[in-house]
């Protein structure tokens, strides 16, 4: 049967959310192609048909997710309120989505298991800096359009603030994902939000 473009592409889907299930469970230098095949229940030139290597493989699943895809930032970037208020409300849902959204924490876990070992790679210096730069394209206009208003100090730079932010996130999940059982970030959402409104407004 002559397989058409839906197909194809519902394998491919298939592979790269296949390959963030392994290389979670046995890591990047560990993880082969055959492995990701068995679970996407493809065969291991399916794979090749869609990616050149294993490298090729993750970066495509890394770049491919969208931290702007997530519903809840989505729907509060949209919200009539004060962008301090959305602000707010966006650390307090990435904070939630530490623990409950599954897909998110295999991404970072994914780039904090490899990314020693690709660290020379250009391509993935590339993908680092997009990610950061999708990110703070969020939040930074927020923080100017709040400083217009007069929600925070005409001495912020929205551009540091943003990245504060970022570094700030960064380290929330590395906590997270090195004791994911007893390390709760919603427990912490008061104190961040504290802290971080207190260094920008007072």
């Keep these: 049967m002559r397989r058409t473009r839906e197909d194809s592409e519902r394998t491919r889907a298939d592979i790269l959310k296949s390959a963030g299930v392994v290389l979670k469970r046995k890591g990047y230098s560990s993880t082969r192609l055959e492995d990701v095949a068995h679970e996407a229940g493809v065969t291991r030139g399916a794979i090749y048909w869609h990616f050149r290597n ?12 969208k931290p702007g895809d997530n519903g809840a ?9 004060p962008p301090l208020e959305r602000l707010k409300k966006m650390i307090v849902a990435g904070l939630y989505e530490m623990r409950n959204n599954k897909e998110s ?12 070992l690709l ?5 993935v210096n590339g993908m680092i800096d997009e990610k950061q730069a999708q990110m703070l394209g969020v939040v930074e206009p927020l923080i100017q359009e709040a400083i217009e ?10 551009a540091a603030a943003a990245t504060i932010l970022h570094y700030l996130f960064q380290g929330v999940w ?29």
């Design 73 to 81: 930032i989505k729907t509060i970037q949209e919200m009539d309120i």
């Design 149 to 158: 208003r007069g929600e925070v100090r005409e001495d912020v730079d929205p």
């Design 105 to 116: 924490e295999n991404i970072i876990h994914l780039g904090f298991l490899v990314i020693d």
């Design 174 to 202: 590395g906590a997270f994902l090195r004791d994911p059982d007893g390390f709760r970030p919603e427990e912490m959402t008061d104190s961040i939000l504290s802290i971080f409104m207190h260094g920008i407004t007072a």
């Design 54 to 65: 294993k490298q090729d493989l993750y970066l495509t699943y890394l770049k491919e997710f």
């Design 119 to 123: 660290r020379e790679s250009r391509e």
